[in-house]
């Protein structure tokens, strides 16, 4: 194999890294990666990292996960890739029937893609062209929560809002109806109870108040509300009651309006629940966008679970209400192979039960952070586990934060701050003894920077 050195610079020629500052590309080696087991991520030389972020929040079965890796070889040796243009193959068909029967309303359909902006496209596409199929065309608004974040593609940032994401593609952008994010006081103190939790008595009709009023003002005008429940991921693991989200559904349910989900980062038993929207009582999203931990982060698939009663309108008979939206790879028989390999970890019985048992650790794991001095907020559900710096006076916002992450990456730990906030969001499986050493190692870092 080439040598690090040289495959360094070819890097440094080559490569453009997303999210990455030319200056850190200039200033600090990258580690190269190439081989996964586990909780750990290796360099060529076996030097180990635990990926305590999941790779982007979709390794939840960690890395070269025996039942994926086999799923994948076994497909990838009779069928690598056919598309769902007026064909079909057996993954796919599988995948979609298993993806309808873990919702409330099962009688639904699936249009795969290959990313969550793509799958969050869709859903914006088929909100918009169902109204059309209606005859309802006074309803083409979108409503959404201040600083979600539903992916990179065009349709998808106007849906969402980092300042630092957005700023030069202003005027590319769709206008949305903004609610305010909830200030929910009750998140705080909630713990999450085996099995689908009671609605959470403190997090009441209030909460919604703020949304509600904006949403009453255009109800008669919008097709959709999108959000990501429970946990606002690239907002910086921001957190709401579940009483907020249960209120929004009620709401969406009385005024014709759909309710599409966005559990790319939440779904599979990352919030302690298979989905997030299971912490709250009586939502059953109109649309259901899925990606990363779908196929367990081993393969690029994404998944838009629809609603029969949204998908019979784009019916031809009459006029011609034909979607005409499809991505190359979508459903692709290798990622739909490796999706359904994921699901069957998912789903085994206990395996809840043993992301529950791991949040309690992370949660009581993460309570002294509240301690340090220059620590802002602590928050946790599930596996997500973020803690909040004060923001600092005369240095830029994320320095400190970043220091911690290089700190931590020497200490053989890999993850990646946004902005003032750090956070573990560790593989699903992770073992507690790691997660112990996890949880130490990053208070320790953060004690040493932070204050
Ligand atoms: C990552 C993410 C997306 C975008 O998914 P990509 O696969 O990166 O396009 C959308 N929504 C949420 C909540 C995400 O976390």
């Not at 390794?59 to 069928?79: D, E, F």
């Not at 949305?176 to 909630?190: E, I, K, N, S, Y």
């Not at 730990?413 to 190692?441: A, H, K």
Request: some cysteine; overall charge negative.
């Amino acid at each position: 194999m080439t040598d690090i050195a040289t495959l360094l610079s070819q890097d440094f020629h080559a490569i453009w890294h997303p999210y990455t500052r030319f200056s850190t590309l200039r200033e600090h080696q990258l580690p190269v990666l190439c081989r996964g087991e586990g909780m750990h991520l290796y360099t060529p030389d076996g030097r180990a990292f635990v990926d305590a972020i999941s790779s982007w929040w979709c390794c939840a079965l960690g890395h070269s996960h025996p039942a994926i890796v086999r799923a994948i070889q076994s497909q990838a040796g009779q069928l690598q890739h056919s598309i769902l243009g007026n064909l079909t193959h057996p993954q796919a068909i599988r995948l979609a029937h298993r993806l309808a029967h873990l919702l409330p309303t099962r009688d639904r359909h699936t249009l795969f893609a290959s990313d969550g902006s793509s799958a969050i496209e869709q859903a914006v596409k088929i909100a918009v062209q169902y109204r059309h199929n209606t005859g309802e065309t006074q309803r083409r608004k979108i409503a959404c929560l201040t600083s979600a974040y539903h992916g990179d593609t065009l349709g998808s940032m106007s849906l969402g809002y980092v300042e630092a994401f957005h700023r030069p593609f202003r005027e590319l952008l769709f206008s949305a109806v903004r609610l305010p994010f909830p200030q929910c006081p009750c998140r705080m103190t909630r713990d999450i109870a085996p099995g689908h939790s009671e609605p959470d008595p403190a997090c009441t009709a209030s909460c919604f108040a703020e949304a509600e009023a904006i949403l009453e003002e255009v109800a008669e005008e919008l097709t959709a509300v999108v959000v990501e429940p429970m946990v606002q991921g690239a907002a910086g693991m921001r957190m709401h009651g579940a009483g907020w989200l249960s209120s929004l559904a009620t709401w969406c349910r009385n005024h014709d309006v759909l309710l599409i989900l966005d559990e790319i980062a939440t779904g599979f038993g990352r919030t302690g629940e298979l989905f997030a929207f299971h912490h709250a009582a009586g939502v059953d999203p109109d649309i259901l966008c899925l990606g990363k931990a779908l196929t367990a982060g081993s393969l690029p698939l994404s998944a838009t679970v629809v609603k029969d009663f949204i998908y019979r309108t784009f019916a031809d008979l009459d006029e011609d209400h034909t979607l005409q939206h499809g991505h190359t790879f979508c459903g692709n028989p290798i990622a739909a192979a490796a999706a359904n390999a994921a699901l069957d970890v998912y789903l085994a019985p206990e395996f809840l039960t043993g992301v529950r048992e791991l949040a309690g650790l992370l949660r009581t794991g993460l309570e002294p952070c509240r301690e340090i001095p220059g620590v802002r907020d602590v928050r946790c559900l599930g596996l997500v586990g973020a803690v909040e710096l004060e923001p600092h006076h005369g240095r830029p916002a994320d320095s400190r934060a970043h220091q911690i992450r290089r700190h931590l990456q020497d200490q053989g730990i890999l993850l990646r701050p946004i902005g003032d906030v750090l956070y573990l969001m560790p593989p699903l499986i992770i073992d507690q003894t790691t997660l112990d050493w996890l949880i130490r190692e990053f208070i320790q870092a953060i004690s040493t920077v932070a204050r």
